[in-house]
């Protein structure tokens, strides 16, 4: 499955819980099977770890985790580098392969 969003991308979050709309932050892992991606500082979840006393499993700091959690892929834009806005992204291949372009400004995205 081809997507065009890639680990290390800046993406802008288009749709979604209303905290989240509008935040920009940079991709951390991309999930092709499922087409959802995990953005930082984005969909915070909080999980809440009990400590266990038993055998190996000696967990020694309980509490609240706090982590980012997966978003569909379709709620985010890529954000140009170079003109700075969420844009729809466009593959231009020459001799030395395809690259990813802005629609908008159609400048090479890295």
Request: net charge positive; charged share 30%; hydrophobic share 30%.
């Given at each position: 499955?081809?997507?065009?969003i890639?680990?290390?991308?800046?993406?802008?979050?288009?749709?979604?819980?209303?905290?989240?709309?509008?935040?920009?932050?940079?991709?951390?892992?991309?999930?092709?099977?499922?087409?959802?991606?995990?953005?930082?500082?984005?969909?915070?979840?909080?999980k809440?770890?009990?400590?266990?006393?038993?055998?190996?499993?000696r967990?020694?700091?309980?509490?609240?985790?706090?982590?980012?959690?997966?978003?569909?892929?379709?709620?985010?834009?890529?954000?140009?580098?170079?003109?700075?806005?969420?844009?729809?992204?466009?593959?231009?291949?020459?001799?030395?392969?395809?690259?990813?372009?802005?629609?908008?400004?159609?400048?090479?995205?890295?």
């Open positions: 499955m081809k997507v065009k890639r680990k290390g991308d800046t993406v802008e979050v288009i749709s979604g819980r209303l905290e989240d709309k509008g935040k920009r932050g940079e991709v951390i892992n991309v999930m092709l099977d499922d087409r959802r991606i995990v953005v930082q500082g984005v969909n915070i979840r909080t809440h770890k009990k400590q266990v006393q038993t055998g190996a499993n967990q020694m700091n309980p509490g609240r985790i706090q982590f980012e959690g997966a978003i569909d892929i379709s709620n985010v834009m890529i954000v140009c580098p170079k003109c700075s806005e969420p844009t729809r992204v466009g593959v231009q291949r020459d001799d030395q392969g395809a690259h990813r372009v802005c629609k908008n400004c159609e400048a090479t995205i890295e």
